[in-house]
Structures are given as structure tokens and as C-alpha cells.
């Protein structure tokens, strides 16, 4: 079920998992440079989240909308309607800890329905207005994750492997368009993932993270310099390095040591 509240708008920009986190902070940042806001998540707090962000002077419209349905997807294109969309930060997505033979079915299908099938769609729809129009930005949130094989983190890695891959072939598609695709590659970072991951008893879970609003900010500064990618934080940027030179067995084995249940206490 979708609901949504709907003010007057100037340029916009979607945002998309701004309840809380990286997405929260994109909107702020988006307002601050001047968009009115469309953001959207799957609880109430992106209501509470809209009121924050109201008080930077902006007009924003909150759709609460499960982004792994189609009709979460629709809802929310519904609420852009004929607009000039500017931005669009497609961050929404999904974690899921532990092994894979012991998740059960709806929740590692819940993680590919948000982190890939309803972000494609909901890229491709406003893709396609932007490249009808000649201009757009757009910042796919996708992870170093998605540079190493997810031991305990196989779904939720395989789909970051999607999204980063992805984003690089629709900037390629969509380099004679005036619309600049960016993926933004986070490490860790300070949000409530790992716990909706159910990854707290977990090294990584349970270790120090980058902000999610430096996070945020390196992201949204490759966007408007139109960057192909950018890997958040100098950690992350000498781990995703390591991907190029480590076998990706060897890269299985260390994320055993980051994400296996219980690793917190190791």
C-alpha cells in the first residue's frame, strides 16, 4: 500500500530510501542546492523525515511505498507526473546476513526486488524522460560489496555486483544524452543496514563506520561533477583496490571474517 502527500513542486529530486541514512542525507544535500524533493521509503518515518527537511525551505513530497513492488514503483512514479525531474538518487535498497541455506525465500527475494528490480524500473522510467529531455543526473547507490564475492552476505553482494556493473553500462548507453549516470560505492557506513541485516553479532556490524552524511556528500559531489564512480573514504578506497589483486577465493575467505554470525566477538 502506498500513500503520499502532494504540495507544488520547481526543479525535483527523487530520492528514494530517505527515511533515514544515506538517502536522508542526499535529500538534505539535495535541498540545499536548491530542488524541491520527492523522497520516498517503505515505513512511516519518511513523513518525519519530510518535516525535516521542509525546514530548509523546500517543498517536499513524502511517498511511503514498498519499492520491491510494482505498485510501490508505480505509486511513486504517479507522484512525479509530468515535472522536470533534475536528480534522481536511486538509493533505496535491502540487506540480509547469515547463510543463504537458512534464509528464507521471501526475504532474499525481498533484497533483489528493492536493491535491483525496482530500482531498474523505476531508473528506466525516469531515464527515459531525462533523455527526452536532454538532461539529468542520476546516482545509483551501489558498494564495494559489490567487488567481492559476500560470504554470510552472498544476495545482498551479488546485487550490488548488479547495480555497480549496471550503472556503468547505462552511463555508456546514455553518454550522448545529456543525462551523466554515477554509481556511488560505500563501504560500511553509520545507518541502520546492519541492523535491518540482521548483522549486529558480526565484525562489520558491530565495528566503527563511516558517516553516512561524508558518505552522502561524496556521492552527490560525483553526480553533479559527473563521475563515472566514486568508492566513499580512504579505507574503502584501499579495500576496493584489493579486489583488483586478491584472488576472489581469497576475498570469500576474508569476508568470513567480517560477516560470519557471531564474528563480533572474534
Not at 49 to 73: S, Y
Not at 124 to 134: H, Y
Not at 193 to 210: E, I, N, Y
Not at 238 to 252: E, H, R, S
Request: glycine share 10%.
Amino acid at each position: 500500500m502506498a500513500t503520499a502527500e502532494a504540495p507544488n513542486f520547481r526543479s525535483l529530486a527523487i530520492i528514494t530510501g530517505a527515511s533515514t541514512g544515506i538517502g536522508y542525507e542526499l535529500a538534505e544535500i539535495a535541498a540545499r542546492n536548491g530542488h524541491d524533493l520527492l523522497i520516498a521509503a517503505d515505513e512511516p518515518r519518511i513523513t518525519d523525515a519530510a518535516e525535516r527537511l521542509r525546514q530548509l525551505g523546500v517543498e517536499v513530497q513524502a511517498v511511503e511505498a514498498d519499492l520491491a513492488t510494482v505498485a510501490g514503483v508505480n505509486a511513486l512514479v504517479k507522484a512525479v507526473g509530468d515535472r522536470h525531474v533534475a536528480v534522481l538518487c536511486a538509493n533505496a535498497g535491502r540487506g540480509l546476513g547469515k547463510d543463504f541455506l537458512h534464509q528464507a525465500f521471501g526475504d532474499w527475494r525481498q533484497v533483489i526486488d528493492t536493491n535491483i528490480t525496482g530500482t531498474l524500473r523505476l531508473i528506466q522510467v525516469i531515464a527515459q524522460q531525462m533523455s527526452a529531455r536532454g538532461s539529468g543526473k542520476i546516482l545509483i547507490t551501489g558498494s564495494i560489496a559489490g567487488l567481492m564475492p559476500g560470504t554470510y552476505q552472498a544476495v545482498y553482494n551479488g546485487t550490488k555486483a548488479f547495480l555497480d556493473s549496471f550503472s556503468i553500462a547505462l552511463r555508456h548507453e546514455l553518454k550522448d544524452s545529456g543525462v551523466s549516470v554515477t554509481c556511488l560505492m560505500p563501504g560500511p557506513t553509520e545507518t541502520e543496514f546492519f541492523k535491518r541485516a540482521d548483522m549486529l553479532d558480526t565484525k562489520v556490524g558491530s565495528g566503527k563506520k563511516q558517516d553516512a552524511a561524508e558518505v552522502a556528500q561524496t556521492g552527490y559531489s560525483a553526480m553533479l561533477d559527473g563521475d563515472e564512480k566514486v568508492v566513499a573514504g580512504w579505507k574503502n578506497k584501499i579495500q576496493a583496490f584489493m579486489t583488483n589483486v586478491l584472488p576472489d577465493g581469497t576475498l570469500a575467505e576474508m569476508h568470513i571474517k567480517e560477516a560470519a554470525p557471531g564474528s563480533a566477538n572474534h
